[in-house]
Nanobody, 115 residues
Framework: QVQLVESGGGLVQAGGSLRLSCSASGTIFSINAMGWYRQAPGKQRELVAAITSDSSTNYADSVKGRFTISRDNAKNTVYLQMNSLKPEDTGVYYC?????????WGKGTLVTVSS
């Protein structure tokens, strides 16, 4: 089992920045990819960014050039640096961790970007 705890969400004005963190605990030695998803009000959950154990990354087109995902394996933590935030980035951001064939989810952290 893997437990994930997100932090760093909040209210920010458009153009601002936030850094999300997600700490993993439990059976963490077999975690492969980790990622961030978000769910905006009234919309489906979508992938924002993902990073593999060897630090290969991929991003949603809507955040390329603005968001950066990174990972500190020694701290079992994944980060999402979000710059040039837009109102459409508003939503609940969820951390994920892939352990064997199971994807674990955090409870989410709310990001609100005001115009």
């Amino acid at each position: 089992q893997v437990q994930l705890v997100e932090s760093g969400g909040g209210l920010v004005q458009a153009g601002g920045s936030l850094r999300l963190s997600c700490s993993a605990s439990g059976t963490i030695f077999s975690i492969n990819a980790m990622g961030w998803y978000r769910q905006a009000p009234g919309k489906q959950r979508e992938l924002v960014a993902a990073i593999t154990s060897d630090s290969s990354t991929n991003y949603a087109d809507s955040v390329k050039g603005r968001f950066t995902i990174s990972r500190d394996n020694a701290k079992n933590t994944v980060y999402l640096q979000m710059n040039s935030l837009k109102p459409e980035d508003t939503g609940v951001y969820y951390c994920t961790a892939d352990w064997r064939t199971i994807r674990f989810w955090g409870k989410g952290t709310l990001v609100t970007v005001s115009s």
